[in-house]
């Protein structure tokens, strides 16, 4: 079942979001060779908690941190660790979730430590403006499909892959609601767009196999080459007057 949301329910999950962005930022600002994704975790959960918020990840099916820190070819649900040192010229994907007053937020970034490749930087660059164009494609009328598709099609025009294995979801009172949202697919497919709908939009991009398989640690998801992959998402309100991110500015991205 597919829950719209009030305009009340939806200035709840713009603070949540807020939350989510702000302290994605602030991550942003630390990392830099020598720092651990353990530390990255500590401030994340001490930010949360002193906002009088919660982690949203933490526990969830028995995740064990507050970040999601998935580094090079780690694609996401990379698990913190004091032994992961980042180092010049890694790629870094950040996924952060909080719940306020019982609504959940959810947000992700890839940001470089150091001085990267300018493949790296070109792949961050590409996953950014797809996360832009599944955005725009958030509109009343249209289909989940035409989300992905937009995704897709300008991804693969950059000579890059679209993970398949892992997709955007709604959000709201629970971390993942329905509907589901692929990062591929045809255009004019599945659910219809409707105003009151959140979706949590997050393109996950590989420069070499879009296939991904899980670490022994049966979290961590890694592409089956090597290859790098950058990871972004926001969580967005469908409007009749358009999309609305949720946690920005005015709404957009």
Not at 24 to 34: I, K, N, Q, S, T
Not at 47 to 63: H, M, S, T, V
Not at 64 to 88: F, M, Q, W, Y
Not at 198 to 208: D, H, K, Q, R, Y
Request: net charge negative; hydrophobic share 40%.
């Amino acid at each position: 079942m597919i829950y719209l949301k009030s305009e009340r329910e939806l200035e709840v999950m713009d603070r949540a979001n807020q939350l989510v962005l702000q302290v994605l930022a602030e991550l942003g600002d630390l990392v830099e060779p020598g720092v651990s994704t353990a530390d990255l975790d500590r401030h994340a959960e001490r930010r949360i908690l002193d906002a009088g918020a919660r982690p949203a990840f933490k526990g969830y099916r028995g995740y064990p941190a507050t970040l999601c820190a998935s580094v090079n070819h780690e694609v996401v649900h990379g698990i913190p660790s004091p032994r992961r040192i980042l180092k010049d010229g890694d790629i870094l994907g950040m996924d952060l979730g909080t719940i306020v007053d019982g609504y959940f937020g959810d947000g992700a970034i890839t940001v470089a430590v150091g001085s990267i490749t300018p493949e790296a930087q070109r792949l961050i660059a590409v996953t950014v403006e797809a996360l832009r164009r599944g955005i725009d494609a958030a509109r009343t009328g249209k289909r989940v499909s035409d989300i992905g598709h937009a995704v897709q099609v300008y991804v693969e025009s950059q000579g890059f892959s679209v993970v398949r294995d892992f997709v955007g979801h709604g959000i709201g009172r629970a971390l993942h609601e329905e509907p589901q949202v692929p990062n591929f697919g045809a255009p004019n497919e599945l659910e219809r767009l409707r105003a009151g709908m959140v979706l949590a939009i997050e393109p996950m991009v590989t420069v070499g196999d879009w296939r991904v398989r899980l670490e022994d640690d049966q979290w961590t998801a890694v592409t089956v080459d090597g290859s790098i992959s950058a990871h972004f998402e926001r969580s967005v309100a469908v409007t009749a007057d358009g999309p609305r991110v949720l946690g920005s500015k005015e709404g957009r991205f």
